[in-house]
T-cell receptor, first 115, second 114 residues
Framework: GAVVSQHPSWVICKSGTSVKIECRSLDFQATTMFWYRQFPKQSLMLMATSNEGSKATYEQGVEKDKFLINHASLTLSTLTVTSAHPEDSSFYIC???????????FGPGTRLLVL | AQSVAQPEDQVNVAEGNPLTVKCTYSVSGNPYLFWYVQYPNRGLQFLLKYITGDNLVKGSYGFEAEFNKSQTSFHLKKPSALVSDSALYFC????????????FGRGTSLIVHP
């Protein structure tokens, strides 16, 4: 149980285009989902927290207009990187948490390369 | 406020030997503590957690961790390391009386030598 999927697992795009990453909780309802960014050999950087049906809460320094997060259902959250630039290239990981359950379960990650 | 420290960037151990990956924390209230493992180019996998109860927590793949309140530590241990245990390990803490968002340590790379 407690499986979280991400799609796509990797994406290469041209600078200036937008990329959408999906995060799904497959066997539980995720009231809260988290989006992280991870640079090589570094820890996770929390980008934003999203609760189903409400606006995401962004961490300081994360541009909300650039990283659009939608959590429209209890099993799906999306992160859209708008007008991507090479510096947005990174490993993006989502996690999901069920109400009343302390553990976060992580997706397998999406590697984004912007050319 | 909550914080977590993993003092070692890397831990090296020979296969078959016991391993320890260190974690210390700071919270205002009761700590909720977690360990995750990350294999290359993968997301994090949950290993174990401490919320309440026995100080020794057993988790996946033969790992265990001991909650030590006086030393504010939650070290990850395994009696006999396997080469396949080589990965990046993250400790996380959440203040049970505060934010529901946990704070992650910077990670410790475990390398198990054959």
């Amino acid at each position: 149980g407690a499986v979280v999927s991400q799609h796509p697992s990797w994406v290469i795009c041209k600078s200036g285009t937008s990329v959408k990453i999906e995060c799904r909780s497959l066997d539980f309802q995720a009231t809260t989902m988290f989006w992280y960014r991870q640079f090589p050999k570094q820890s996770l950087m929390l980008m934003a927290t999203s609760n189903e049906g409400s606006k995401a809460t962004y961490e300081q320094g994360v541009e909300k207009d650039k990283f659009l997060i939608n959590h429209a259902s209890l099993t799906l959250s999306t992160l859209t990187v708008t007008s991507a630039h090479p510096e947005d290239s990174s490993f993006y990981i989502c996690s999901a948490r069920e109400t009343g359950v302390e553990t976060q379960y992580f997706g397998p990650g999406t590697r984004l390369l912007v050319l | 406020a909550q914080s977590v420290a993993q003092p070692e960037d890397q831990v090296n151990v020979a296969e078959g030997n016991p391993l320890t990956v260190k974690c210390t924390y700071s919270v205002s209230g009761n700590p909720y503590l977690f360990w995750y493992v990350q294999y290359p180019n993968r997301g994090l996998q949950f290993l174990l957690k401490y919320i309440t109860g026995d100080n020794l927590v057993k988790g996946s793949y033969g790992f265990e961790a001991e909650f030590n309140k006086s030393q504010t530590s939650f070290h990850l241990k395994k009696p006999s390391a396997l080469v396949s245990d080589s990965a990046l390990y993250f400790c996380a803490v959440r203040d049970g009386g505060g934010s529901y968002i946990p704070t992650f340590g910077r990670g410790t790379s475990l390398i198990v030598h054959p």
